[in-house]
Structure formats: C-alpha cells, structure tokens
C-alpha cells in the first residue's frame, strides 16, 4: 500500500481534496493530510466541517465515515519538525488539491515558509510526484506564469475542471471525475466515473 501526503489550501473545493483522502483510505493507503489555515476556513465555510485542534483526524475520519482506525495522520501546517518535511521522509506523491494561487506561487518561487510548500518543495527536489490541482478562474498571466514554473520543474498540473462528457448526474459526480483524474495520475485503480469507450 502507498503513503500520501494531501495538502488542502484556501482555494474552492475543499470536497475535492477531502474526497481524494477518503478514497485513498479506503483503498488501504497511509494518508499524511496538512491544511492551511486558510484551507481549514474555507472548508469550514463550503464543507461546514470545521477541524477541531483536538483529534482532527478522529473527526475528520467521523465527517468522512470512515472507521477510527483508518491510517489518517493530520500534520500541522506550522509543524515545520514534521516527518514530510523532510527529503529522507519517503512518500509515494504528494497531491494539493485544491491548490490556491498563493500557495502555487510560493512553491514557483521556493518559499517553503510552512509545512505544505515545505513538503511540496521536497516532492520537486526528491523528483517524487507532485500533482498540483489549482482553481480560479480567470487565470492572470503571474497565474499562468506560476504554474509553468511549477510544470518545468516537475509537478503535475491537473487543474479543477469539471467535464460533461461523463453526463455528471450530480455535484457529487463532478467532485469524482476529478478525483478520479487524480488517482489516474497516481496508478490507482477507481471506479469514480466511467471511461470513455467503455
Ligand atoms: C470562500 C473563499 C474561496 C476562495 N477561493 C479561492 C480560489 O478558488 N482560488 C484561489 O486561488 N484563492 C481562493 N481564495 C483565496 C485564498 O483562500 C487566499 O488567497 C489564501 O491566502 C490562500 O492561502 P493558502 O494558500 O495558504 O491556503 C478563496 C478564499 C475564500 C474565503
């Protein structure tokens, strides 16, 4: 089984990142999941989940209905002695989803200045997997510029773009197809939407 970090920043969508940890748990993966603050307040807002400082993962993985003893650690975006802000920490991918464009900008320009550009900067050194899931619409040219940096240097850029081609029934079928993107680009096999030609 994998291990993976998922880092959820302040952009739309929340439900996207904690869909792609739900789905990664049930499949029997370790999942490192790091918030930003402002990822938790927009969560807060969209998902009207709200991340208690005490045991989040025990009520995160009740929000999620999965069972407690689920391998979810969640790290703190100010904990900069965490394991996956290190290089030697090793780690299948990491996937920010959403990513906002702050936080993409402060990967382009190396920042690390917490947890989650930390581990993200690693992924880009150790040229492990990074996928990146940015959403805001329009796109500025430091927008577009940012994520040209973080392609060049290796990431994965798997914007949040829903489709219509899989007929989506329901929001709850855009949030799939898109995770499933996700797992896609990690090898994972899913049955969250169904293939073309299939
Ligand atoms: C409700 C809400 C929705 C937001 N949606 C987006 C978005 O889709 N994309 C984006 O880049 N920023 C969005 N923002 C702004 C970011 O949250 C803000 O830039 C924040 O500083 C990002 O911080 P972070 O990268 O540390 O998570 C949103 C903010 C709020 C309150």
Redesign the pocket.
Known sequence: MGRYTVAI?????SAYGMRLVERLLAGGHEVTLVM????I??AA??LEFDLPAEEPARALLRFLELSAESPLRIACAGDLFDPIASGSHAVDAMIVM?A????CA?VAAGLASNLPERAADVALKERRPLIMV???TPLSLVHLRNLTALAEAGAVICPAMPAFYHRPHSLDDQVNFLVGKVLDLLGLEHSLFERWGE
């Open positions: 920043t302040g952009a739309s969508g930003t603050q402002a990822g307040d927009v807002y969209e959403p906002s464009m702050g936080f402060s940015p959403r805001e």
